[in-house]
């Protein structure tokens, strides 16, 4: 994979591939019914693209889709966070252990895969998006917080929050690149 997991990553974390765009019925997925200006029932839209859960236990929270045939000049987002998705960071590994905090889901996975002996990794889902309540106690009880959120004018101007929030937390800029996912497809 292109973002450097592993088949076994890809198992753990329970990534899919919806292989074209798709529109639903919301009641089929348990979304109330909702009206657009013209009249017609909306429907859920579920992108062509990798398909991201995030769980809470068991449980799925959260679905989100990297749409493959995303580009600069689309109007419409590079990740779609699926209707009835439960609005909440996902935190992958050892909550005992340091944490870092990312943005993209599939940044923290990849650190999990190689660093899980380290850290447990947080993703955030998006810059502006902060922590939930219980997140916020697990982070004050850590040990050390590491952020490392994208090396770009929006990921710079969410450090000071996050600096003022938590005296245990450093900045971990990712090394060559953007995010920590461009730092691997960067490296020899």
């Known amino acids: 994979m292109q973002r450097g997991l592993t088949l076994e990553t890809v198992k753990r974390f329970r990534l899919g591939w919806n292989p074209q765009s798709l529109f639903r019925p919301r009641a089929k997925w348990g979304l109330p019914e ?11 839209w579920l992108p062509k693209g990798i ?55 599939l940044d923290a996975m990849l650190i999990q895969q190689e660093a899980s002996h380290l850290v447990c990794a947080v993703a955030l889902g998006g810059v502006s998006k902060k922590p939930n309540a219980a997140l916020h106690r697990l982070l004050n009880r850590a040990s050390m917080i590491l952020l490392s ?21 450093r900045p971990w800029p990712s090394p060559r690149a953007k995010s920590v996912g461009d730092a691997f497809q960067k490296s020899p």
């Open 34 to 44: 909702e009206i657009k200006e013209n009249g017609e029932a909306r429907r859920q």
């Open 51 to 105: 398909v991201i859960p995030s769980y809470v236990g068991d449980e799925p929270a959260k679905l989100k889709v990297r749409r493959s045939d995303w580009s600069q000049e689309d109007r419409l987002p590079k990740y779609v966070e699926i209707s009835g998705s439960y609005q909440s960071p996902a935190i992958y590994g050892d909550v005992d252990k340091p944490f870092i905090i990312v943005e993209s889901e």
């Open 149 to 169: 959120l994208d090396f770009d004018d929006s990921g710079k101007k969410r450090n000071a929050f996050w600096m003022k929030s938590y005296a245990q937390l």
